[in-house]
């Protein structure tokens, strides 16, 4: 939501670059943009510790704008399989 502390994070999910983070301001505005490969987000999906339930909150709450291969569905499944098993 726009607001005084407003801030936007993008993730693209793109092989043959390395993961990597950018940051800028864009009209007062802080931008994150986050690069990651499929395999990177494969892993996030599958691996469950102490730190899950906060990053996993990206998966299951981002505003997917562009997935023309239906990445964020199979992700989400991975994520909800391995929460399954993990006792979480």
């Not at 301001?25 to 499929?38: A, E, I, R």
């Not at 997935?67 to 909800?80: C, G, H, M, P, V």
């Amino acid at each position: 939501m726009d607001g005084p502390e407003s801030d936007l994070e993008l993730r693209v999910v793109i092989n043959g670059r390395e993961n990597s983070w950018e940051a800028f301001f864009y009209k007062g505005m802080f931008v994150g943009l986050s690069f990651s490969t499929l395999e990177k987000m494969k892993s996030k999906a599958r691996s469950i510790d102490y730190e899950w339930p906060v990053k996993s909150d990206s998966i299951f709450t981002c505003k997917v704008l562009y997935d023309s291969t239906n990445l964020y569905d199979e992700i989400r499944s991975t994520a909800k399989r391995s929460r399954g098993t993990s006792g979480l």
